[in-house]
């Protein structure tokens, strides 16, 4: 929750430079698939209005933080959302949905689900990896499901969309980073994943306690975790790579500058006072 401000103060204070506008999008897709149950929304305003608030605050803050890149690109005379880049950005935002809905569509809490329910559809041994495949995701199951199933599917996508939905960013900033890291960005990341990791927290103090266990939320926040831990280290190690080459350069141009002009370090130079008149 606390994430998208940052970032947004961070847009306003140094602009766009090592942002992904993938991710950005990306996190207001999932959000959207997420609280895409709007009938539990009117039931949580009346009997836990702080959590609809809360799914609120976050849905409005991943929302601010493109507009936030869209008004500072056009203060700076540029823009992010042409058609040209609109077009490139929707193609790489497919990369992560695509696959992120093809895994929730088998693996959720619905009577379609592989891993709740194998007998759903038998499978043919002696079938080719592409008719399996094709019987695996079919469309059939698809078009049956009613609506509080077509739910189940769309959490499911934003939980598994979530655990990729920063790698645009990991890559970005990788890129962009040079001798100095970003630590507004870096924080909002950061900040992002310790909410992911209270979940896991919460999930197994839930199955110790009640022996229930949310395996699709444990397993999207694990790749989750460990995705932002290489992203910090990739990060720090290239920064540190970065300056041990500025020092060298500099050790080199020192040596050069010595070699060159060594001649003249034992010549006395005349001290000038400038006080004297």
Known sequence: MVAYPILVGRIIKRGNSGLSVTSQLLHVVLFS???ADTESWSTQAFVQMQWAAARVIVFVGAIAVPIAMAYRARTSGRTIFSRANISKVLCEMLKYIVPAFLIAY?????SFSWAFNTTSRQQTPSGSIFSTLLDYFSIEDLVNMDERQAYEVAWSTSIYLAAIAD???YITYYRHVQDRIDWWLVSSLAL??????????HWV???????????ISFSGGI????AFCLFLALIVSKVSDVLDDNDKDLEAHMEEFDARWGQFSEVEMPIFDLEKK
């Open 106 to 110: 088998r693996f959720n809490y619905t």
């Open 223 to 226: 790749v989750q975790v460990i």
């Open 167 to 169: 790698i645009p960013q």
């Open 205 to 215: 103090s839930s199955y110790a306690q009640y022996q229930v266990f949310d395996y």
């Open 33 to 35: 698939l997420r609280y």
């Open 192 to 201: 992002v994943a310790l909410g992911r990791v209270l979940y896991m927290v």
